[in-house]
């Protein structure tokens, strides 16, 4: 059996509370944690289940600091501007 028939079979026995749970985490896997690109923004997934200071290099503009929430996407900027992107610590 597969993952998707037996999260099928879970969600269909354990309700809409369990549905929702599931399907955060079958995103969440999906996602690509760090920097990556959406048609021509930047943008940033923490994967991790703290928040994250990160500092943003830029090509063009100003470098900047961004909190990533815990497993959130943020937008940080213009693709063809977003040099780097670096994890700088835990919690913000």
Do not use: K
């Not at 993952?3 to 269909?12: E, G, H, P, Q, V």
């Not at 760090?34 to 830029?58: K, P």
């Amino acid at each position: 059996m597969t993952a998707t028939a037996l999260t099928a079979i879970a969600l269909l026995t354990a309700g809409p509370a369990a549905a929702s749970a599931a399907t955060a985490v079958e995103r969440t896997a999906a996602m690509a944690c760090g920097l990556h690109r959406a048609g021509t923004q930047a943008l940033y997934t923490s994967c991790d289940d703290r928040n994250e200071w990160i500092f943003v290099t830029r090509i063009f503009g100003s470098n900047q600091y961004h909190c990533a929430g815990a497993r959130r996407t943020i937008d940080v900027g213009p693709w063809n501007d977003v040099f780097r992107v670096y994890h700088q610590h835990w919690g913000c």
